[in-house]
């Protein structure tokens, strides 16, 4: 379990909604759920992490999802945030502390094409993130960009580019991005890949095809071109990160095993002086039909260096308006986590977990 945390802590809420704007079209539908109390704002995140907010504090959360099909290959989907919690959480940059739901965002506003080889979207979404990603770190990680996937006789290429939220240091303001992409190879239940992030900030930031190419390593494509330096910072503004990923599935179950390479010392010499920076992350699904209804039960764990994801530069660490984008939480050693999704009837949902 999550070290400096002596026992389970259990956390509630129940999803209110789940309907249909139109009875008769299933196309179009309409997801409305509240949370009240410190269920993302646990006692293990403050012990281990940077994150800002009142530990007294119980925060409210109101989530508002829906989408609509536009036609059979083209779909639209959005989603609203209203919540109490600390602005910087959820990627803006204001609150008012005076009233209730003092800060919110448009969390999604995407539009997607699909068809038997290729997928492809463009706008505010989840990119990054893959299906079982824990839900502790599940807000905010909604980007703008765009996304698109290409499958091939067993093959699959993906590219991800997604504009970060901007940061401010020494009256400068840092743009930020990420890159990502991955080659993946499936036989039958297994899926493996190697995939690459990459994080970059500056001044002004678009579509830099020299060092945001998706066909090139990005890692040894920052070799051949002249890393930017700001005062403040000892590193430079890019950091790249390497993603190695075996995932396995059936009817009713989901695993996904991802090693995140951040720092890796080869030599000798180097390893006296610096530390390795690595993330390993094991994440389960489960569907289980139980009482006639079907439950859905998560489970895992990670463990990495304190470092990972730490980087010199202006900005370049692997979070997301404060939060973690990988399965972790900034200075954390090791974690685990379970989830249950009960129907209760009617449209309701018990949610339950420990951390």
Do not use: C
Not at 39 to 49: D, E, F, G, M, W
Not at 222 to 247: M, Q, R, W
């Amino acid at each position: 379990m999550i070290r400096n945390v002596s026992s389970i802590i259990l956390v509630f809420y129940i999803s209110f909604f789940s309907i249909a704007l139109a009875e008769s079209n299933e196309a179009a539908n309409i997801d409305i759920s509240y949370s009240y109390g410190a269920i993302k704002l646990l006692p293990s995140l403050i012990r281990n992490s940077n994150l800002v907010f009142d530990s007294d504090e119980h925060y409210s959360d109101i989530w508002i999802e829906g989408g609509f099909t536009i036609s059979d290959r083209l779909s639209f989907e959005g989603a609203l945030e209203l919540t109490d919690q600390p602005h910087q959480l959820i990627g803006t940059k204001f609150s008012r502390p005076d009233y209730p739901l003092s800060t919110g965002r448009f969390q999604k506003s995407v539009v997607s094409y699909a068809s038997n080889d290729l997928t492809v979207s463009v706008g505010r979404d989840d990119m990054l993130s893959g299906p079982l990603r824990p839900n502790i770190f599940s807000y905010p990680s909604f980007g703008d960009g765009f996304s698109w996937r290409y499958n091939w006789k067993g093959w699959s290429f993906k590219h991800v580019f997604q504009v970060l939220p901007a940061e401010q240091a020494n009256n400068q303001i840092f743009r930020r991005s990420i890159s990502y992409h991955h080659l993946a190879k499936t036989l039958h239940s297994f899926t493996v890949g190697v995939g690459e992030y990459f994080i970059l900030t500056g001044e002004h930031i678009g579509l830099d095809l020299k060092r945001l190419n998706p066909f090139l390593p990005y890692s040894l494509n920052s070799h051949d071109s002249v890393a930017d330096y700001y005062p403040g910072f000892v590193g430079d503004s890019d950091n790249s990160l390497i993603k190695l990923f075996l995932n396995w599935s059936n009817h009713s179950s989901q695993l996904a095993v991802g090693l995140y390479v951040d720092e890796f010392q080869i030599d000798a010499v180097d390893r006296e002086v610096y530390n390795d920076a690595m993330l390993l992350s094991f994440s389960a699904k489960h569907e289980i039909e139980w009482f006639g209804a079907l439950n859905q039960i998560s489970w895992g764990f990670s463990a990495s260096n304190p470092n990972f994801g730490q980087h010199p530069g202006p900005f370049t660490t692997t979070t997301f308006a404060a939060y973690p984008l990988f399965e972790y939480t900034p200075g954390m050693k090791s974690l685990a986590y379970f989830d249950a999704q009960v129907p209760m009837g009617k449209g309701f949902q018990l949610f339950m977990g420990s951390y």
